[in-house]
């Protein structure tokens, strides 16, 4: 076995978390944390590892580092529930970790809506940093799209991981509404200013970007829709952003 600590956070993941740690069962530490999930998410992690901890999701960044934090090995290998390490990836892990040229590697991902692999648009080859050294590594404490912060040399790997979070078009919607009320609050919370043609302008260049430059129209449909919700997301964020500020205004004494 690789003397390697997977981290998976979870929350009701039962559909597809059997699926993600069958993936990875070679390496010698599988941690789970769980947020607080209510189907049997928990059951089936049981079978695989007894490293179960709980804790509830707060912000991204500060939910993963402590995450990490709990590995018992050097290096880290950190999948979504909804992801699996391809075969090919587990021996290029083995191989990446003897070394000490870097101290975190980057790795495709390959990524479905349904049962559509999305090839175009950013979304493939759409390389993250999920192998790292954890005392060499760290997200900054956001609580959307966290950067990471690499203290050395940053490999990549050639071999994907599979990611297939969203089982339909409604679930990717969703993810879009989400994550859009995320955005809206960072900008709230660092008090960014925002005006209705800057973010009309982004959600038009953000279409012509996706949809023509990055080539998502090789992906026919699917590749309208990802250009179509990603120039959605700004609107949304707008919106949101405007709302919570009439929220967050203090009202006149009566």
């Not at 070679?26 to 007894?50: C, G, L, M, P, R």
């Not at 829709?225 to 959605?232: G, K, R």
């Amino acid at each position: 076995m690789a003397n390697l600590s997977v981290v998976i956070i979870t929350k009701n993941e039962e559909s597809c978390i059997a699926e993600c740690l069958e993936s990875v069962k070679w390496a010698n530490e599988i941690i789970v944390v769980d947020d607080e999930s209510t189907d049997k998410t928990i059951e089936i992690v049981k079978i695989y590892t007894n490293k179960i901890f709980h804790r509830k999701m707060d912000i991204e960044g500060k939910h993963r580092n402590w995450a990490y934090a709990q590995a018992s090995n050097l290096w880290v290998l950190s999948l979504d529930a909804d992801e699996k390490v391809a075969p090919e990836l587990k021996n290029e892990i083995e191989e990446a970790i003897k070394f000490d040229e870097f101290v975190a590697y980057d790795i495709p991902l390959r990524n479905f809506i349904g049962k559509y692999w999305v090839k175009y648009g950013g979304w493939y080859p759409a390389s993250k940093v999920r192998l790292f050294r954890k005392d060499k590594f760290k997200y900054e404490e956001a609580e959307v799209h966290p950067r990471a912060i690499i203290d050395g040399k940053c490999g990549h790997l050639k071999n994907d991981i599979v990611h297939k979070g969203y089982p339909d078009l409604e679930h990717f919607l969703n993810s879009i509404n989400r994550q859009s009320t995320l955005e809206a609050k960072k900008w709230i919370n660092t008090g960014r200013k925002m005006t209705l043609i800057w973010a009309a302008w982004r959600a038009v260049d953000r279409f012509f970007r996706r949809y023509l430059r990055k080539k998502a129209y090789k992906d026919g449909m699917y590749g309208f829709v990802i250009a179509y919700f990603d120039s959605l997301y700004q609107i949304l964020s707008y919106l949101k952003f405007k709302e919570m500020q009439k929220i967050s205004l203090p009202r006149c004494p009566r």
